[in-house]
């Protein structure tokens, strides 16, 4: 988490305040980003994300170029057809926005109704500010205004190859439009924020079960098509395409400028091919240029492996060096569990593990 | 003709930062125990050409990223004739700082000539056959405890710090 980053800053903290972490930012959950706030102070502390509801981009673009298709006759107007395409994908990408700003809002009127004594925890220990203040049998009402409700994305990259064959790591127009996808959204957000006064925030959802779900449903629908719905899961929100052959710095400067724009949270995340505490130079390295080019929460994945039978910690290739044990727990981070081994994941995560390019 | 086995455009495993590491073919040690037996063959991979240089060397020239270059392989001090020129090209034209791994003992080296002379453009020498007996996986960037990583002095092609 970069404390420093412009837009992760709040103006009341003081190196001196023995409470100044109400004014740092902290992430819920692996990438909920809660800080900005309609209804009080500027902080995570107290609050939480109450919803969040994900558009699929792939789709809409997929969709928009179907159209752009139909409208222009000939197929050799590559340029005329790709204008069209972006054109009704960006009205496509505010509408289904606006579909779920009202959605969440519907949500949330029901959330609202619960009871405190449904939350004994939550509400009891004032883990929602102002919580603890309430009547077990009254409503949780206006105490969840602090909450955030996220409109988040997934699939940017596969959105792009829709619309112009190629990724945005590569394709500046492809970069361009997704860029502007998501600047639209946030406009949404401005719109819902006025209208309902509620915490929204645009989020690059940190899909699970969603990163095979809604490849599977238009690969029914739309066939298979390369680079868009070929593979067995989406690519996460606005990262570069995992398979893409691009340096850790092409990769950092392409996504970071996304973070300002997706204040519900994201990640930047590199894969390194070793040992990282053996090389302490090349993370600082990493961690200065995710810095300087407006990261706001970075990682930086590199493979751990454990001896299940001596406990040594290393990359191991096949056997364990030290004891010639055979039964390895193999470590990888993908969206944000550690704990786990690769044979835990879901079949989508784990295809996205095998193809995610080692930046090495 | 040099062999190339691969390129790593960004490895953290060959010295100190990230590092583009270049693996040449060949190798006269044999170390009992050598994870890549293949590499000894001096025509594994695919031939060095010019224009297989000069993509490298503008790879390397356009990453702002990287800490130095490594030579690995296979021994680059296998075929000195023909890794001095490559070498030298890598070592002037991009300026990096180089770490070179090699099967020889730095003893062995500054006796001999051929070998010698690539002294003047490596920063870092990573010396000594790899010992499987000697094998340790808790030692930084190289294998087994035999091996040393020494500093070159580029202007005499002599240890820094003898």
Known sequence: ??????????????????????????????????????????????????????LNMPRLAIEARIKAENLVDDAHQKDAIEMKA????????????????????????????????????????????????????????????????????????????????????????????????????NQVVEEMKAKYNLNYSVLATPAEGLSGRFTRMDRRKYGSIPGVTDADYYVNSFHVDVKAKVSIAEKIKREAPFHAITRGGHITYVELDGEAKKNIKAIVKIVKVMHDEGVGYGSINHPVDTCNSCGYKGVIYGKCPICGGDSILRMRRITGYLTGDLSTWNSAKRAEERDRVKHC | MLYLIGTYPETILDGEGIRYSIYLAGCAH????????????????????????????????????????????????????????FLRRVKEETGHNIWCYTGYCYEEIIQQPKLRVLLYYIDMLVDGPFMEEQFSPYLDFYGSKNQRILQIDPKSGLLANP
């Not at chain 2, 890549?36 to 702002?64: C, F, M, V, Y």
């Open chain 1, 1 to 54: 988490m970069f404390l420093d980053t412009p837009f992760n800053q709040n103006d009341k903290w003081r190196e001196d305040d023995p409470e100044r972490f109400r004014y740092e930012l902290a992430t819920m959950g692996c990438r909920t980003r809660v800080f900005e706030n309609l209804h009080g102070m500027k902080t995570s502390w107290g609050r939480g994300n109450l919803s969040f509801t994900t």
């Open chain 1, 86 to 185: 972006k054109e009704f994908f960006l009205d496509g990408i505010r509408e289904m926005a606006l579909l779920v700003g009202e959605q969440l809002h519907t949500r949330y009127e029901y959330q609202c109704t619960a009871l405190a004594r449904q939350f004994p925890f939550m509400m009891g220990n004032d883990v929602w500010k102002g919580g603890g203040n309430l009547n077990p049998n009254s409503q949780v009402g206006d105490i969840l205004k602090q909450g955030t409700l996220g409109i988040g994305f997934i699939g940017g990259h596969n959105a792009m190859v829709a619309i112009y064959g190629e990724g945005h790591a590569k394709n500046q127009k492809a970069w361009d439009t997704l860029y502007e996808a998501v600047t639209v959204m």
């Open chain 2, 30 to 85: 044999h170390c009992k125990g050598c994870h890549n037996p293949e590499s000894w063959n001096p025509q594994h991979g695919t031939p060095l050409t010019k224009i297989e240089i000069d993509r490298i060397i503008k790879e390397i020239a356009d990453n702002p990223l990287l800490d130095g270059v490594t030579f690995s392989g296979g021994d680059p001090f296998f075929n000195p004739e023909e890794f001095l020129p």
